[in-house]
């Protein structure tokens, strides 16, 4: 039931929200019980090195998976109040196109090859915002310039490998955004490219938020990108969320140990020069294994004996902003 | 000061494009030295050359001009298994190791091979070389038996390296050799790389685009854009007053993780993409590119020499405002 008087449902509310793979050998769940939600108009980084999930839990919802992977999911996802994971096929292409818009990360598999990029970009537009042929034309020819690419109509009879790098992932960011999406979803937009194109990727990703005033959630592993873009942070690790905060709590005053290993193995330009590398021991679970007590234990400085018991959720950074949670009692209760 | 170990003169590497015929100057007269005990940067957007300069210096692609000179010899020139012998002394390391690595070979039985490769005919004797390299790359001897899908991307880089030192090289040539790994699991690698200079004295030539990686592991570094050296110093004073305004761009686009420092900087947003290597601009290969360019950079411009070891190719490098050291 809808009450008119309630407030407008956020684009994006996760709820324990679970995905399980089965393989004719194994069954690993890559994303284990995780919730968070993107408020409209919010920039939302989901951070974490590979094999984290990151990817499946964003995609999974949108069955957006590799073909032929056999996929249970738990939990809810609600787009704008309703759940993804009961819609059925159709439903979830309909809000697929216009209502959520996805940027893929390699451009060049995103893209037909064989068909001229015009072709692809209109096709979308005349299906999700049910515009005449030549509306569809003129608007992707807009949508082209508004993300950067110069000459855009003879841009449109061009084929993907024509494109740079930088090229194709505008024009996989104006597909993304050609239906008029409230939530984008990004997985590693800029992590093909060279820091100069990434720079104005990310100028221009910021841009388009607040024109259109779209949520957005960006899959990364960057955290320079994060920094430049996201409003909110969650850090994910072996299926789960360890961290989850403003940009500012997570970047500046990480709690998680996991969470602060990774902000120190990125080297920044800031540093003394004489510094050395440093990085976290170990390397992330195998999923296929049960994990008891804390996925991170085995790589962690902070370890305690009951680190290894039960495996910890997201609680309250103390001293720090309320919505700023991380699944680590040991420093929890240390900072209390 | 002792002669470089490696020395590159005036090396030009073109492929000619099988549609129009055209030459693409990947690699346009680039001089480049690289000192015993040293880790020299190379850095640019991808397709500036860099990855050719690289693939050229170990031979993989043909040069069509200029010198490159190895303990002095002209690598160009020889031939045979003279050559071949040589040509081992420097060792590639490629950006994915999982690639490059056999799937149906154990770790022991890759590094046997390159040790039958480099003439070591006694089968106890790469035994006991297999645990040494091994244990050179701080990897644990029960690895011998693992197959690559078995290890993680840190470990399986430092098997390839383990690879490269059975040949005794003195030079390693490093193409991203990070940047397919996660962030949590490079400095291993890059630990390495510093260990192998100061203990044995590896010369080591990095290409890599990360600027802040290069910046902590390399005591000079070249800056390379559409086939040609743009910069080159000392990491200190590259970094600290870059003088050419593409260094100063590509610099000012590398984010950083504090979000207020973020916000704060000054970032020159570079427009468009690097031009065709087929038909660079007249003059100035950055001018198009370039927010300082004036009617002047249409002519070639001159090495300006900024300070000792500290030159940029820039018709206003003299002139170019200090940086803050």
Known sequence: ?336 | MPEPILRVTDLKTHFRDSRTGADIRACDGVSLDLNAGEIVGLVGESGCGKSTLGRTIVGLERARSGSIRFKGQDLLALRGKTGAATRREIQYIFQDPLSSLSPRQTVGEALDEALIINGEGNRAARQARVLELLAAVSLPAQLVHRYAREMSGGQRQRVCIARALAADPKVLVCDEPVSSLDVSIRAQVMNLFLKLRDDLGMACLLIAHDLAIVRLAAQRVYVMYLGKIMEEGQSADLYGQPAHPYTQALLSAVPLTNPDDEQARRRILLSGDVPSPMNPPSGCRFRTRCPAARAVCETAPPMVQRGAGHVALCHFAADAPLGAL
């Open chain 1, 1 to 336: 039931m809808i009450r008119t008087t309630h407030p407008a449902p956020p684009p994006l509310e996760v709820d324990g929200f679970s995905v399980t793979l089965h393989t004719p050998n194994v069954s690993v769940r890559p994303v284990d019980r995780v919730t968070y939600s993107v408020e409209a108009g919010e920039v939302l980084a989901v951070v974490g090195e590979s094999g984290s999930g990151k990817t499946i839990l964003n995609m999974a919802p949108l069955d957006l998976l590799p073909v032929g992977v056999d996929a249970d999911m738990a939990g809810s996802v609600r787009f704008e109040g309703r759940d993804l994971l009961k819609m059925t096929a159709s439903e979830l292409e309909a809000v697929r196109g216009s209502g959520i818009g996805v940027v893929f990360q390699d451009p060049l598999s995103a893209l037909n090859p064989v068909r001229k990029v015009g072709r692809q970009l209109t096709e979308g537009i005349e299906r999700n915002l049910r515009l005449t042929p030549a509306q569809s034309e003129s608007r992707a020819a807009e949508l082209l310039a508004l993300v950067g690419l110069p000459d855009p109509k003879s841009r449109m009879q061009q084929y993907p490998h024509e494109l740079s790098g930088g090229q194709r992932q505008r024009v996989g960011i104006a597909m993304g955004i050609s239906g008029e999406p409230r939530l984008l979803i990004a997985d590693e937009p800029t992590t093909a490219l060279d820091v100069t194109v990434q720079a104005q990727i990310v100028e221009l990703l910021k841009d388009l938020q607040k024109r259109m005033g779209m949520a957005i959630v960006i899959i990364t592993h960057d955290f320079g990108v994060v920094s430049g873009l996201a409003d909110k942070v969650a850090v994910m690790y072996a299926g789960r969320l360890s961290e989850l905060g403003s940009v500012r709590d997570v970047l500046v005053g990480p709690a998680h140990p996991y969470t602060r290993g990774l902000l120190q193995s990125v080297p920044s330009l800031t540093v003394p020069m004489d510094t050395k590398f440093v990085g976290l021991p170990g390397q992330p679970p195998n999923l296929a294994h049960r994990i008891d007590g804390c996925a991170f234990a085995p790589r962690c400085a902070e370890v305690r004996a009951d680190c290894r018991g039960h495996r910890p959720g997201l609680l309250s950074v103390p001293r720090s902003s309320p919505g700023h949670l991380a699944a680590c009692p040991v420093v929890v209760n240390q900072n209390i």
